[in-house]
Structure formats: C-alpha cells, structure tokens
C-alpha cells in the first residue's frame, strides 16, 4: 500500500510554488491516471500526518512523477516541505487515488471546461497534458483566475500549450490584482460558457478545482444552468466537514455487524457496532486501510461494497452513479446489514 519515492528535482514554479518530482526506490513503474494525487505521510513533532497533493506530471507524458505543492500561509506541513525537502530524499506515499479523473469520452467532438483557482491548477495541469496527447477531438477552454501572472502557476507551460495546440485549447486568465479586477462569478460564468460552448451541451465536461466558495459558485451555477452531476468534476483541497458530520450524527444502531474486508489476496473480518465508521474500528484493529482526510472529501479510502448495506454520513466525492455501483466511503461509512463485504 505504500511507496518509496526519491526526489529527483525541485522546480520554482513561483516565489511560493514549487514541483517535487520523484522515482520510485524500486525501480517500478507507477499507475496512475491524469487529475489523481498522492498522499505523503509526514512525521512533524513525534506525530504522522498525512497531506494529498495532487499530480502535475501527465502518465505517458512526463518521465518522472511530479507533485506541485504551494505554501500555505497558515499550513504548518506544506511550510515543512518546502523548507525541508531536498533532491535526494526519500518521502513516503500511499499508492496513487483520486476519482477527478477523465472517465467516459465521447466519440465525436465535444467541449471540456476546466475551471481553476490558484493552486487548483494543479490536477487540471495534469489533465489538460492528457486531453491534448489523447483526444483531438476535445475542445479546451481553462479559465484560470490568479492574482497576478507572476504567481500564475505554470504559466510559461501553458503559453506553451496554448501556441503549440492553438485550434483545439482556448485559456482565459482571470487577474484579480492587476488592475481591473476580475473574479470569476457566476454573472461572468455563465454568459463565458454559453459563448465558448461549441458542441452538445450534453457531452460538455466541467472540471473544477480551488478555494471552497469558488467551487461552491461554480458548480451552483453550472447546475442552475442544467448540467448534471455526472458532466461536473471536482477536487476539494480543504477538509472542513468536522462540523457538518458533528451536525449530522453517528446511527443510534449499536448492534454488531461482520464485516469481511478483501484487500487483495488479503481477507480480514471485522466485528463492529452500527454506531461506528469502518475505517475508524479497522484501523483501531490492526487492519491497515488507506486514508487521508477522514472527513468524506478526498476519496482515498474508497471502497466497494458487494454484499449488504452501508450509509455513508457524508459523502463529498462519489457521484450517485458511483454509489449505485456500490462504492462507499469508509471513512464515513457505517454498517447497516448483519453481514456486510467490501473490496478495495
């Protein structure tokens, strides 16, 4: 489940953003797919955390592995790393997750819209690389708010993109410090889309990623528009869910309930009351899941039910067709039958 990763280099994208990129110590290959993260486990002060980053190397395009991590004001682990990661150092990760992935692609053109902001570039770098390499028919437009060019990360590459694929990628820069100032709102948002709109509205995809009430906007408004779930894509980078699930409860169902977790060509067999979540009472029993946040919003602990029932508390990641092919959360994930199988 985990991995050993080698710094290889360390690339200033801007004055408080940098790319890590890597190689496995053992010489493997990594499966990954483009828009997916990896989640490092950092021991600060006696304690281990656990951080996801998202990927900004591109599989089948970029040789190395590749994370761009900028410093939070307030982020006592992303000031860590970048003041303490060295090329040659070896950091571990759990194996790559994330489901901010391009799935299902229509056969004739369509239109993608990638929204981004600030560090929320980070995965839609990642997939823009791959939607160019691999689907021509694809018409891309990134809009992409930042305070300045300056701090506009990636900015030299996606020029780069932007000449070398000039009838197929449209990007529009939004800068709210240069001055006029130009946020993206939901008054901007639709009239952009409606003109940028080329093909089906129905085949069109949306990929978001930024600051919560950014994405907040967006998808609200892409929805009052008419898209549906399933054409909007999005990757939270901040876990504020404490209070939501403190809100909402844990089940008043005590009784114990078995749960078989198949974990490769490992079993393991859980007893556990309703009450409690299954990655919680599995860790607390030996039983090594992957996890990262805890709070139903990153996806890394993604299981798939295949026998019996469970309610997830709160779910921030998988779609409602996701759920009725029987993935589930185990982070927020509760045990409603007698019996109960997930695989992972």
């Known amino acids: 489940m985990y991995?050993?990763?080698r710094i290889t280099a360390i690339v200033k994208e801007t004055p408080d953003t940098?790319?890590?990129r890597f190689q496995p110590m053992n010489g493997e290959k990594i499966d990954y797919e483009a828009g997916q993260?990896?989640?490092?486990?950092?021991e600060l002060h006696g304690v281990e955390y656990r951080r996801s980053y998202s990927f900004s190397s591109t599989p089948g395009i970029d040789q190395d592995l590749a994370v761009t991590i900028r410093r939070k004001e307030n982020g006592e682990i992303s000031r860590h790393i970048l003041d303490y990661w060295k090329?040659?150092?070896i950091v571990t990760t759990l194996q790559p997750s994330g489901r901010f992935t391009l799935d299902e692609v229509p056969s004739v053109p369509f239109d993608i819209f990638l929204l981004g902001a600030g560090s929320?570039?980070?995965p839609l770098f990642s997939l823009l690389k791959y939607i160019l390499h691999h689907h021509a028919h694809a018409h891309v437009k990134l809009v992409y708010s930042?305070?300045?060019?300056e701090r506009t990360i990636f900015h030299k590459q996606?020029?780069?993109l932007q000449e070398q694929y000039a009838e197929q990628l449209h990007i529009i820069y939004l800068f709210s410090a240069e001055g006029i100032i130009r946020r993206l709102s939901n008054g901007l948002l639709e009239p952009?889309?409606?003109?940028?709109?080329?093909?089906?509205?129905h085949l069109t995809q949306f990929f978001v990623c930024g600051p919560p009430e950014y994405m907040r906007m967006a998808l609200l408004t892409l929805t009052f528009m008419g898209y549906s779930q399933q054409q909007q894509h999005k990757e939270n980078f901040v876990v504020e869910t404490g209070p939501q699930l403190a809100r909402i409860g844990t089940p008043t169902d005590s009784t114990i309930k078995t749960v078989l977790i198949k974990k490769g060509h490992e079993s393991y067999e859980l007893k556990l009351p309703g009450n409690k979540n299954i990655l919680s009472e599995a860790l607390a029993h030996g039983i090594t899941l992957p996890y990262s946040c805890k709070g139903g919003v990153c996806g890394s602990c993604t299981a798939r039910c295949t026998q019996g029932k469970i309610w997830m508390a709160l779910n921030e990641v998988l779609t409602d067709k996701e759920m009725a092919q029987g993935y589930l959360l185990t982070c927020t994930g509760y045990a409603v039958s007698e019996t109960v199988i997930i695989e992972l």
Do not use: H, N, R
């Open 18 to 20: 940098f790319t890590y």
């Open 37 to 42: 993260f990896l989640t490092f486990l950092i």
């Open 120 to 122: 929320g570039i980070t």
């Open 87 to 89: 090329v040659g150092d």
């Open 158 to 160: 996606l020029q780069s």
């Open 3 to 5: 991995l050993q990763l």
């Open 192 to 201: 952009l889309v409606k003109e940028q709109t080329k093909y089906a509205a």
């Open 146 to 149: 930042s305070p300045t060019q």
